[in-house]
C-alpha cells in the first residue's frame, strides 16, 4: 500500500477553529513534506521535516513527526476560508530523490 | 509562480497522435521530475531525472517517453495513448532530496 497515508480524507470545519491532519507511513525515511494543492493546480510546498527533528513552525502551520510510530501530523491553527485545499504528506525513504505522496486530506474551512 | 513552467496548459488529443509535455525550471535545480494525477487516486511518480540521468522510472508504459535535454528543461513524449492515461501532468524540480517545486500541470484528455 501507499507510503504516506493522511488521515481524515475529508475535513471541514468552521473558519477561526483549528485543523488537524494525520500521515502515516511505512518504511524508514528521510525527510517528509508536506505539500497544498487547490483544486486541478500544482502543489505548493509547505513543510519539511528532517527525521531528526520533532517539530517544525511556520507561521500557522505546525507539524510534528514522530518517527517510532512513523506518523506526522498538520495543525493549521486559526484556519481561513482561503485554506480550503487539499494537504498531503509525502515521505522521501533513504537516500533516495523519490517523494511518495499518500491520498491526501480535503479540508473545506466555511466562512 | 514557483519557478516552474509547464505548456501547454490542456491538450486533447486522439489515441493517435503524438504529442509533448513541456516542462521548465528557472530555480537552478539538479532534479526534475514527472508526475501523474489521476481522480481518486495518489499523485503517482514516473520518472525521476538527477543532472540529467534517468535515475527512476516506475514501470511507466512505453508509449510515455520523457527527455531531458539539459538541467532546465524536461518533456514528455507521447504517443498513442489511451483513455485511462488521462489526467493532470505534474513537473517538479528540486535540489537533491529537498523540497519539491511544482509547475502548474498539464491537463490531458485522451479522446
Known amino acids: 500500500s501507499q507510503q504516506g497515508e493522511e488521515d481524515p480524507q475529508a475535513l471541514s470545519i468552521q473558519e477561526g477553529e483549528n485543523a488537524t491532519m494525520n500521515c502515516s507511513y511505512k518504511t524508514s525515511i528521510n525527510n517528509l513534506q508536506w505539500y497544498r494543492q487547490n483544486s486541478g493546480r500544482g502543489l505548493v510546498h509547505l513543510i519539511l521535516?528532517?527525521?531528526?527533528?520533532r517539530e517544525k513552525h511556520s507561521g500557522r502551520l505546525r507539524v510534528t513527526l514522530d518517527t517510532s510510530k512513523k506518523s506526522s501530523s498538520l495543525l493549521i491553527t486559526a484556519s481561513r476560508a482561503a485554506d480550503t485545499a487539499s494537504y498531503f504528506c509525502a515521505t522521501v525513504p533513504g537516500s533516495s530523490y523519490k517523494l511518495i505522496f499518500g491520498s491526501g486530506t480535503r479540508l473545506l474551512v466555511r466562512p | 509562480e514557483t519557478g516552474v513552467t509547464q505548456t501547454p496548459r490542456h491538450l486533447v488529443m486522439g489515441m493517435t497522435n503524438k504529442k509533448s509535455l513541456k516542462c521548465e525550471q528557472h530555480l537552478g535545480h539538479n532534479a526534475m521530475y514527472w508526475y501523474k494525477q489521476s481522480a481518486k487516486k495518489p499523485l503517482e511518480l514516473m520518472f525521476v531525472y538527477s543532472l540529467e540521468e534517468r535515475v527512476e522510472n516506475n514501470s511507466v508504459p512505453s508509449r510515455f517517453s520523457p527527455e531531458c535535454p539539459n538541467s532546465s528543461h524536461l518533456f514528455l513524449h507521447l504517443h498513442t495513448l489511451q483513455p485511462e492515461d488521462s489526467a493532470l501532468y505534474l513537473c517538479a524540480s528540486s535540489q537533491a532530496e529537498n523540497e519539491q517545486f511544482f509547475g502548474p500541470g498539464t491537463r490531458l484528455t485522451v479522446l
Open positions: 521535516i528532517r527525521s531528526n527533528e
